[in-house]
């Protein structure tokens, strides 16, 4: 695994993410694919810039999430409850 390039990584990684449904996390990607998590890091110095590389986005504590995004989950909720969200 060691001798993957960039693009069979990124290859890979969105495989993975097709096949599970969401953007792996390291585990996952270790468990389903078997690249190691230091290979990613050697390659895109972070395993955040791996997903951008990529195109995934995970969700979760640790994660950014830009305004509009923030902002839409804010309005989903504030129909879903029908007033503002006091807390």
């Known amino acids: 695994m060691s001798g993957m390039t960039r693009e069979e990584i990124i290859a890979m990684m969105q495989e993975c993410a097709a096949k ?3 953007a792996p996390s390291q585990t996952e990607l270790r468990k389903e694919t078997g690249i190691m998590p230091w ?3 050697k390659t895109f110095g972070t ?3 791996a997903l951008k590389a990529c195109g ?4 979760g504590s640790g ?4 305004r509009r995004t923030m902002f839409v989950a804010w309005a989903e909720t504030v129909r879903k409850l029908g007033k503002m969200p006091t807390a």
């Open 20 to 22: 599970l449904g969401h």
């Open 39 to 41: 290979l990613v890091s």
């Open 47 to 49: 395993y955040g810039r």
């Open 56 to 59: 995934l986005e995970r969700t």
């Open 63 to 66: 994660y950014t999430v830009d």
